[in-house]
């Protein structure tokens, strides 16, 4: 199995990065892609499409640009993912599959105040109507309820990292032991939580922000490993060379 992991594009939230308007009460709590992030992940599909027919794997090839070809594709239920799995999808013509597990740490929430007091506002997230109509290309592993697949609040640091394993059983339980070429959209927040799942990395320790280091992923930038024989290999991290360098985000 080959594993591309691969961060969706632009949100609106990232586009307010570094500026006040981001402070200001503008965060939103799924937000949609930018028109760069729509752009980036046009560019993301463009680039794993090249050669996609029979291009073998070969211990010595893992650099190779070409080798591509990706048979699956999934992504998490927040709509900039969707967004940037349908494009991918539909330029590699794979199936999308959509994962609740894939979500961004924290999940899908928005902190306001009220009279001086933060408190969580519950929100569900997607419906399946919404995204039957919006995305037809999106398939559901497994049906989600009619008022969204979030149950609502802010999901708990300590649920993280066991999500992150939870989500890398699956994909070997479905890809295991196969030559399938297997692309997940996810976020960089849980990326992070999935690295350290791989590496064994301080499993225990819930907040990652105490961690002595950080695992950055741009947005639609590309981390692949190669899995042979139980084994990760790390082939290459955080991969944007196919974006033009006022793209990258």
Not at 82 to 91: E, H, K, L, R
Not at 92 to 99: E, H, S, T
Not at 165 to 171: A, G, K, S, V, Y
């Amino acid at each position: 199995m080959e594993l591309y992991f691969i961060r969706h594009g632009q949100s609106e939230n990232n586009a307010l990065y570094h500026g006040e308007d981001y402070d200001l009460g503008n965060r939103r709590s799924d937000p949609k892609l930018t028109e760069l992030g729509q752009k980036q992940a046009e560019l993301t599909g463009a680039f794993l499409s090249r050669r996609a027919i029979a291009a073998p794997i070969m211990r010595k090839g893992f650099q190779n640009r070409a080798e591509y070809g990706l048979t699956h594709l999934y992504c998490s239920l927040m709509e900039r993912a969707v967004q940037t799995g349908s494009i991918i999808a539909s330029i590699l013509d794979v199936p999308l599959f959509g994962v609740p597990d894939l979500h961004e740490v924290g999940g899908i929430y928005y902190d306001e105040v009220i009279d001086g007091v933060s408190s969580i506002r519950i929100e569900h997230g997607l419906t399946p109507a919404y995204l039957k109509r919006t995305y037809p290309r999106l398939k559901l592993l497994e049906p989600i309820p009619d008022e969204g697949w979030w149950q609502g609040g802010r999901e708990e640091r300590a649920a993280r990292v066991p999500r992150a394993q939870r989500m890398l059983d699956l994909l070997f339980a479905r890809h295991g032991n196969t030559a399938d070429r297997v692309g997940v959209i996810t976020h960089g927040g849980f990326f992070a939580c999935i690295f350290r799942a791989v590496f064994g990395l301080d499993l225990d320790e819930p907040n990652q922000h105490v961690l002595p280091y950080q695992i950055e992923l741009n947005n639609c930038a590309i981390t692949r490993f190669s899995i042979q024989e139980a084994r990760y290999l790390l082939v290459y991290h955080n991969r944007t060379d196919f974006l033009p360098d006022e793209m990258v985000t």
